[in-house]
């Protein structure tokens, strides 16, 4: 039981290149997201899921394209990489069970730098 | 701007003590949890609080949560250096899709 899985952990682009970010979980959950975490901001959602085929934009979703073809996987794309999309992004998952939310599960986090 | 703000920013505190931390939402919620994550790492859940519940203990934490004014608070009691990292609140919004928004964090440092 993996829990949830990133990859790649790091990545270096030059700007206007193109990278998907993979993550992968082995929980059957429902809802996945993608978040990034800039120092001073917190984590700020991108985009995210409710179940597979579905995805919603989150509070900085400009510059990223997100598919669930499958429940356990959420990719995360950059078409054109800009230099204010370093960061470090973090995939997290969680289950609805019996109606509620429950806790969110993370991912060991992608530190991507865009020179 | 996010959904939760937590206070203070930064906690120094010396081995033994309490350490409290706040947060404060805009909207309403279904819950409210709160998330550690030590340096460079991914976000672990530490409690899960529901907006019909007051008060929540695990082990030496305390999270209390005043929906009237829009706050919680994660009381660390007895802290050790081994608390030392960051403590996000999150909120789950009502009517909010299922999203969850985190807010800027509390840097907690324990010192011995």
């Known amino acids: 039981n993996a829990g949830v899985t990133q990859t790649p952990k790091f990545r270096v682009l030059k700007t206007g290149q193109s990278m998907t970010l993979l993550c992968a979980q082995d929980?059957?959950?429902?809802?996945m997201y993608w978040y990034r975490q800039d120092p001073g901001m917190g984590l700020r959602l991108i985009h995210y899921?409710?179940?597979?085929?579905?995805?919603a934009k989150g509070e900085v979703p400009d510059g990223y394209n997100v598919s669930r073809l499958k429940k356990q996987n959420f990719l995360l794309g950059l078409e054109s990489a800009a230099p204010s999309q370093t960061s470090v992004y973090f995939c997290?998952?969680?289950?609805?069970?019996?109606?509620?939310?429950?806790?969110?599960?993370f991912g060991q986090g992608t530190r991507l730098t865009v020179v | 701007s996010q959904q939760g703000e937590e206070d203070p920013q930064a906690l120094s505190i010396q081995e033994g003590e309490n350490a409290t931390m706040n947060c404060s939402y805009k909207t309403s919620i279904n819950n409210l949890q709160w998330y550690r994550q030590n340096s460079g790492r991914g976000l672990v859940h530490l409690i899960l609080?529901?907006?019909?519940?007051r008060e929540k203990h695990s082990g030496r934490l305390r999270v209390t949560l005043d929906t009237s004014k829009k706050s919680s608070s994660l009381l660390i009691t007895a802290s050790r250096a081994a608390d030392t990292a960051s403590y996000f609140c999150?909120?789950?919004?009502?009517?909010?899709?299922?999203?969850?928004?985190f807010g800027t964090g509390t840097q907690l440092k324990v010192e011995l």
């Open positions: 999150a909120t789950d919004l009502t009517g909010g899709g299922n999203k969850l928004t």
């Open positions: 997290a998952s969680r289950a609805f069970h019996r109606g509620l939310n429950t806790e969110a599960f």
């Open positions: 929980m059957n959950h429902e809802y």
């Open positions: 899921s409710v179940g597979e085929g579905t995805t």
């Open positions: 609080i529901r907006s019909n519940e």
